[in-house]
T-cell receptor, first 114, second 115 residues
Framework: DAGITQSPRYKITETGRQVTLMCHQT?????MFWYRQDLGHGLRLIYY???????DKGEVPDGYVVSRSKTENFPLTLESATRSQTSVYFC?????????????FGNGTRLTVT | AQSVTQLDSHVSVSEGTPVLLRCNYS??????LFWYVQHPNKGLQLLLK??????LVKGINGFEAEFKKSETSFHLTKPSAHMSDAAEYFC?????????????FGDGTTLTVKP
């Protein structure tokens, strides 16, 4: 089935550990995005990618690293996790063929940093 | 620059009564406007979008929204609430001239539906 899949759904890690959140889409959308969702802040853009090997910072990129070697995958890495990175992370994709192309979201990864 | 303000963080209605979720936006360019719904432990799902073809936009599950340029508003309505409508709703604006078409999200409105 076409869609966007995030893994894992839940993750608990310790402060200072590296953790990678995975995102895979089957639409061949050119654009992919990572958002974090926190109470009182809505959704904030961390990083986005316009195509394979093209990435750019969003609103809150510090402490995160992304890569996009293949169009369908867009992993997000926390190089040294901190408690402030406890959040729900959403991956999204869009073809952006027109400026009113919608975003398609995964079901999220709930990350807890202890 | 663009921004979105959802005027109510929480809305509570009784089942069978109308729903109104309010959204105001600002954008330096012609905006594209969306409403998304998020059920617990789920991702966001598109409810409807404004495409400039018509100011009254119909979406899924009986929802609709009216684009009012003079009021810079894009309020979401439904004539009769159902228990399954209880969720978080996000108003989103994007514009062609923003960098890579990035979207700006409102802070969300939690809709509670009482039996």
């Amino acid at each position: 089935d076409a869609g966007i899949t995030q893994s894992p759904r839940y993750k608990i890690t310790e402060t200072g550990r590296q953790v990678t959140l995975m995102c895979h889409q089957t639409w061949s959308h050119s654009y992919m995005f990572w958002y974090r969702q926190d109470l009182g802040h809505g959704l904030r853009l961390i990083y986005y990618s316009a195509a394979a090997d093209i990435t750019d910072k969003g609103e809150v990129p510090d402490g995160y690293v992304v890569s996009r070697s293949k169009t369908e995958n867009f992993p997000l890495t926390l190089e040294s996790a901190t408690r402030s990175q406890t959040s729900v992370y959403f991956c999204a994709s869009s073809d952006l063929s027109s400026y009113n192309s919608p975003l398609h979201f995964g079901n999220g990864t709930r990350l807890t940093v202890t | 620059a663009q921004s979105v303000t959802q005027l109510d963080s929480h809305v509570s209605v009784s089942e069978g009564t109308p729903v109104l979720l309010r959204c105001n936006y600002s954008s330096s360019y012609s905006p594209s406007l969306f409403w998304y719904v998020q059920h617990p432990n789920k991702g966001l799902q598109l409810l409807l979008k404004y495409t400039s073809a018509a100011t009254l936009v119909k979406g899924i599950n009986g929802f609709e929204a009216e684009f009012k340029k003079s009021e810079t508003s894009f309020h979401l309505t439904k004539p009769s609430a159902h228990m399954s409508d209880a969720a978080e709703y996000f108003c989103v604006v994007s514009a062609l001239n923003t960098n890579a078409g990035k979207s700006t999200f409102g802070d969300g409105t939690t809709l509670t539906v009482k039996p």
